[in-house]
């Protein structure tokens, strides 16, 4: 199994053009065989997964909770922290690529966290960071991130 | 996919007689499409891994490291805490049910942390901590364990 | 001021004689000018912790919950974790000398974190586990304690 | 004692002028009886902590490392967490008030924290978030978190 794993990060409550957005691109990570990950719950990190899960993939939750029956229905690997929003540095270090889709100040926590670690952050319609590098769609999104893990192995 | 998890813990220097054990009890395991958690290291934790991987099953490393790289080779899906031995919280929280196979201090703060927690702990060869279910052999724990699951759900 | 810390462990529901000595073991770390670390809560942590400020100390405690408000009173420095019994950890690392009192399956886990990274733990009535030093009463473990402290510096 | 907290977050390298501000916060903080808590390491860190020191305060450090020592010299109350930059939520989650004082990606981290707890963030030549209040130097600063406060007891 590839073990290359990207991180979809994005907040609960998104339009609803984001959240189509975020499950292509769940879709889209599945289809190259890439573990995603995400924070587990709903808006953005549900949609990712429910995109995942329609191909085939295997999707992580790492959720704030200290039991595992608050994931979404489409996380395969539930993982409960107990940590809180405390948990949003394992998926950061967990990932080897971040796509960031809308998101508020969660996401930008995520963010913030992956630039420290020098770990590419993808966004889409999200907050402008130095750093963060845009893509148009969940097509260029995901070619821009595979794109990185390409050149690192 | 069963979401049920099994944790097992022990000790990175065991001797070979449980590292059998360890082996057979991550293929049992597996066997019944049962989710293998563990730390994502060496001695029971890379056996069992390794046991799941033999019957095909899906195998969670839990690391204390904050890069993924350090998870022993059949670890499908490294989680990167970053939290040292701050991280066996996590494995407990995670798990339905904790088989112990022998084990040092670190093992001794999982079982502590899971019967703390109201889990059911299973030991072969591990701390006598009361509260702890003896099992004489990997088909006892396994066996054991399984029960758990089957009488929660 | 001293920056040695002792850490002092032990359940919340525990027999009046142990609230006697953890309140003695508190005003005798507070005497010789050492910080007093425990996790905030109630029982031996709150004994122990108003001993301390009877002695004029300065009392730390690690708090599971993610505000401060569920310090006991006797708290002057609330650190408030968000990460439940995870918390425990921390309480441990930041102690040069462990001293448990009682205690049940969340003072294990202490106690085993403590001799996991090799740190001195004196016991009163607490769990026998191999490297626990017992001390007969609060004047006992304390002296051991400081001897520790004494030793290392 | 008054259990009031500040948190002061910043980089470890920032210009001279920022330091010197960072000083005249912490020494501020002190000088109203209030707890200091932050990083506990160089540059802002560092300064704050000097600043509250020369007038009496108390500093708390919230340490990524694992063991006490590599706090700067004018931390009272080393708290060794072992997490890494995961420590962050703490320092938000132990503070009432956060000012921040430049900083580069981990400190957007504990600002995005920290707005998205609610918690007030005052800053000075920091990141420009929406939600972050700006104070033009550290007496604006510390009168501004002072306030806050006061409105909430």
Same mark, same amino acid.
């Given at each position: 199994m590839n073990k290359?794993?990207?991180?979809?990060?994005?907040? @609960?409550?998104v339009k609803k053009e984001l959240l189509t957005v975020a499950? !292509?691109? &769940?879709?889209?990570? *599945?289809?190259r065989g890439i573990l995603l990950i995400c924070g587990g719950l709903s808006g953005v990190m549900e949609a990712v997964s429910r995109g995942a899960k329609q191909a085939g &993939?295997?999707? #992580?939750? $790492?959720?704030?909770?200290? !039991?595992?029956?608050? *994931? %979404?229905?489409? $996380?395969d690997i539930p993982i409960a922290t107990g940590f809180g929003? &405390?948990? %949003? $540095? $394992? #998926?950061? @270090? +967990? +990932?080897?690529?971040?796509?960031a889709i809308g998101g508020e100040?969660? !996401?930008? +926590?995520?963010?913030?966290?992956?630039?420290?670690? &020098?770990?590419?952050v993808i966004g889409i319609e999200t907050w402008e960071i130095n750093g963060v590098i845009k893509a148009i769609?969940?097509?260029?999104?995901? %070619?821009?991130?595979?794109?990185?893990l390409t050149s690192a192995s």
């Amino acid at each position: 199994m590839n073990k290359h794993i990207i991180g979809v990060i994005g907040g @609960r409550e998104v339009k609803k053009e984001l959240l189509t957005v975020a499950e !292509t691109v &769940g879709r889209m990570i *599945a289809e190259r065989g890439i573990l995603l990950i995400c924070g587990g719950l709903s808006g953005v990190m549900e949609a990712v997964s429910r995109g995942a899960k329609q191909a085939g &993939g295997t999707t #992580i939750g $790492i959720l704030p909770h200290d !039991t595992k029956d608050k *994931a %979404n229905r489409y $996380i395969d690997i539930p993982i409960a922290t107990g940590f809180g929003i &405390g948990r %949003n $540095i $394992i #998926i950061v @270090r +967990s +990932s080897d690529v971040i796509i960031a889709i809308g998101g508020e100040y969660g !996401t930008l +926590s995520e963010i913030a966290f992956a630039l420290q670690l &020098g770990k590419p952050v993808i966004g889409i319609e999200t907050w402008e960071i130095n750093g963060v590098i845009k893509a148009i769609d969940a097509d260029d999104a995901v %070619n821009k991130a595979v794109g990185f893990l390409t050149s690192a192995s």
